[in-house]
T-cell receptor, first 117, second 115 residues
Framework: DSGVTQTPKHLITATGQRVTLRCSPR?????VYWYQQSLDQGLQFLIQ???????AKGNILERFSAQQFPDLHSELNLSSLELGDSALYFC????????????????FGPGTRLTVL | AQKVTQAQTEISVVEKEDVTLDCVYE???????LFWYKQPPSGELVFLIR??????QNEISGRYSWNFQKSTSSFNFTITASQVVDSAVYFC????????????FGAGTRLTVKP
């Protein structure tokens, strides 16, 4: 158990809908990262937040957004869902996640499996 | 940009065999960090090891060992005396020091250990 929690574990929804995935980082970690794992794209970095502020963006679609709250939990919002958004969405956390210098080790949550029908 | 290649898509071995998972990386940075993660059938990603580019010493942790060779840009992972519980997808990942928010993963190698 990494200490990172994600809810829900599974989510089934229809095209065009909007969903929110939730992540609580390990105690003491300030950075949260979101990843998407799909069969065709593999594991892709989406976005990182550090202490409430967006720190880095990866291959995140405009239909997706995220935020990190004062209690450091994070939410990933996916809207106008398409069939291709079906994937396993991981949240990871690390202590700091600075830009430049040694990266933190990222510890991953159990993931949320999203199925879009 | 950095890139990680895990050429072995799937490997199947019989219990107690040794198995090596290959990882080849590309980066322009002289300072970078390499990682291995395990994804068992339950789905979570489990951190196994982290290694920086200045430390080429091989590492051993129980039945697991890692061979880092800068000359061939490889960071291979060997499981000795494999067990059924080692069945999982294993990912190699790379993070550059000055772009360390973007960790790039390889496509993963699915290891099946048969009893």
């Amino acid at each position: 158990d990494s200490g990172v929690t994600q809810t829900p574990k599974h989510l089934i929804t229809a095209t065009g809908q909007r969903v929110t995935l939730r992540c609580s980082p390990r105690s003491g970690d300030l950075s949260v990262y979101w990843y998407q794992q799909s069969l065709d794209q593999g594991l892709q970095f989406l976005i990182q937040y550090y202490n409430g502020e967006e720190r880095a963006k990866g291959n995140i679609l405009e239909r997706f957004s995220a935020q990190q709250f004062p209690d450091l939990h994070s939410e990933l919002n996916l809207s106008s869902l398409e069939l291709g958004d079906s994937a396993l969405y991981f949240c990871a956390s690390s202590v700091k996640g600075t830009s430049g210098g040694a990266p933190d080790t990222q510890y991953f949550g159990p993931g949320t499996r999203l199925t879009v029908l | 940009a950095q890139k990680v290649t895990q050429a072995q898509t799937e490997i199947s071995v019989v219990e107690k065999e040794d198995v090596t998972l290959d990882c080849v990386y590309e980066t322009r940075d002289t300072t970078y960090y390499l990682f291995w993660y395990k994804q068992p059938p339950s789905g979570e990603l489990v951190f196994l090891i982290r290694r920086n580019s200045f430390d080429e010493q091989n590492e051993i942790s129980g039945r697991y060992s890692w061979n880092f060779q800068k000359s061939t840009s490889s960071f291979n992972f060997t499981i000795t005396a494999s067990q059924v519980v080692d069945s999982a997808v294993y990912f190699c990942a790379l993070s550059e020091a000055f772009n360390n928010n973007d960790m790039r993963f390889g496509a993963g190698t699915r290891l099946t250990v048969k009893p």
